[in-house]
Nanobody, 128 residues
Framework: QVQLVESGGGLVQAGGSLRLSCAAS????????MGWFRQAPGKEREFVAT????????YYATSAKGRFTISRDNAKNTVYLEMNSLKPEDTAVYYC?????????????????????WGQGTQVTVSS
């Protein structure tokens, strides 16, 4: 059974930092893109960041650029999201996702429909 399990969420004050982790099991994702999305209360889920299978290319939503860093460790089948200078508007459930093609594609994937595997999410709350 393939699972993506997020961890590292919590409550933090504005200006603080958190590091989210997403550990995959049941299948290796070393040939897939992985990404982070988030859903705030009452809003649609939105793209946050993505990283190619090799880790050489990353892409961020405008809201995350300069503050968040996505990285991966293929040996651990894990992807990370380092979040700095957090703002109250970053409050959301953060989801990890992985594509399912295993094709080592260089393309950037930022659409939900491009991802075949999803985690259950981890809550991030930023207080003002």
């Amino acid at each position: 059974q393939v699972q993506l399990v997020e961890s590292g969420g919590g409550l933090v004050q504005a200006g603080g930092s958190l590091r989210l982790s997403c550990a995959a099991s049941g299948r290796t994702f070393s040939s897939d893109a992985m990404g982070w999305f988030r859903q705030a209360p009452g809003k649609e889920r939105e793209f946050v960041a993505t990283i190619t299978w090799s880790g050489t290319r990353t892409y961020y939503a405008t809201s995350a650029k300069g503050r968040f860093t996505i990285s991966r460790d293929n040996a651990k089948n894990t992807v990370y999201l380092e979040m700095n200078s957090l703002k109250p508007e970053d409050t959301a459930v953060y989801y990890c996702a992985a594509t399912s093609t295993a094709r080592r594609e260089p393309a950037i994937r930022y659409r939900e429909a491009e991802y075949g595997y999803w985690g259950q999410g981890t809550q991030v709350t930023v207080s003002s």
